[in-house]
């Protein structure tokens, strides 16, 4: 049974949340507030985190960050009344897996909850993916390559997880638009190209990651 933290301090729309998504199965808990959102991370393992962007006192990027910088396994759906482009692009820099603007439609909500859950399943089983020099551990998200560890920021880790899974083949620009950005970038190809830029740079060899126009990028 997945596991989703609510991070929300309208009490009248946590309670919906955690009543409806009690409903369709899911185990829930809530948070009304940054802190205790932390705290609850500390405590126990979620699959996905609804975070409210606008949270008093510790703010819903102040504890984006913390989960990046502490690499808590957790895949986030950041929602917010802000829905502009740049509040969308900022809040998916921060960390955050995908960005749902307010008012939303819950049957949307629970699409992007259910792609949110096949990307942390995908690959059955398997909880490392390696291929040449790199390895990937799928349960705590950390990347090595040539056995040492890198510092990845979270889209730089979900991008070298793509290509890992590929095992060598390659995969497309759009592709990994609709993986990584699945909420609006499929017409900013510029994306990808810059996360793969990131991540070579943090590679010992860059190498390690070959492009070809047309085909896409993978792991030789």
């Known amino acids: 049974m997945a596991r989703i933290l609510i991070v929300e301090d309208d009490t009248d729309l946590s309670a919906v949340l955690d009543d409806c998504l009690r409903h369709e199965g899911y185990a829930t808990a809530t948070a009304d507030t940054g802190v205790k959102a932390l705290n609850q991370l500390a405590q126990g393992a979620f699959d996905v985190m609804l975070l409210d962007r606008d949270l008093p006192v510790l703010s819903g990027d102040e504890v984006m960050r913390t989960v990046d910088r502490l ?12 829905g502009s482009v740049e509040d969308r692009v900022q809040g998916l820099d921060l960390g955050a897996d995908d960005y749902l603007s307010k008012p939303f439609a819950y049957p949307e909500l629970l699409a992007r909850i259910r792609a949110l859950l096949r990307r942390g399943d995908a690959g059955g089983s398997a909880t490392v993916l390696s291929h ?35 095992d060598g083949g390659w995969t497309g620009t759009r592709e990994l638009l609709k993986s990584l950005w699945p909420a609006e970038a499929c017409d900013q190809p510029d994306l990808v190209k810059t996360a793969v830029y990131s991540l070579r740079r943090k590679l010992p060899d860059p190498t390690l990651i070959a492009s070809s126009r047309g085909e896409g990028y993978r792991i030789p």
């Open 71 to 82: 690499r808590i396994p957790v895949r986030t759906l950041m929602l917010t009344a802000a």
């Open 132 to 166: 040449g020099r790199l390895l990937v551990d799928t349960v705590r998200r950390l990347a090595y390559a040539d056995g040492q560890p890198l510092d990845l920021a979270p889209r730089e880790y979900a991008l070298l997880e793509e290509l890992l899974r590929a």
